[in-house]
Nanobody, 126 residues
Framework: QVQLQESGPGLVKPSQTLSLTCTVS??????????WTWIRRPPGKGLEWMGA???????YYNPSLKSRISISKDTSENHFTLQLRSVTPEDTAVYYC??????????????????WGQGTQVTVSS
């Protein structure tokens, strides 16, 4: 059974770059057909799909974030990484990594994506 674990700083200053890593165990990020995904939940709001990367390395991004986001992967370390540039306090959220069976339109993220990390709180504040 695949397991995902987010890691990274819990506090980021405004205008800086948020960088999180998702380490995958029990499965390979080179496996075809899966989309390695980042999702977040701002305080008091619903889940927001941020983007994903597939086994070939192609990225798929939420249009609202496209100018600031990039997702990459390291197959030797079996992890993938989120970078979000020029953050503001509105980027404060719990960030989740996940494995999706398809991309990129979902009716209900919580049920449409079955494999999730536990989530990590990131606060943007000076």
């Amino acid at each position: 059974q695949v397991q995902l674990q987010e890691s990274g700083p819990g506090l980021v200053k405004p205008s800086q770059t948020l960088s999180l890593t998702c380490t995958v165990s029990g499965g390979s990020i080179t496996t075809d057909y899966y989309y390695w995904t980042w999702i977040r939940r701002p305080p008091g709001k619903g889940l927001e799909w941020m983007g994903a990367i597939d086994s070939s390395g192609s990225g798929y991004y939420n249009p609202s974030l496209k100018s600031r986001i990039s997702i990459s992967k390291d197959t030797s370390e079996n992890h993938f990484t989120l970078q979000l540039r020029s953050v503001t306090p509105e980027d404060t959220a719990v960030y989740y990594c996940a494995r999706a069976d398809y991309c990129c339109s979902y009716g209900d993220l919580a049920t449409d994506i079955r494999s999730w990390g536990q989530g990590t709180q990131v606060t943007v504040s000076s």
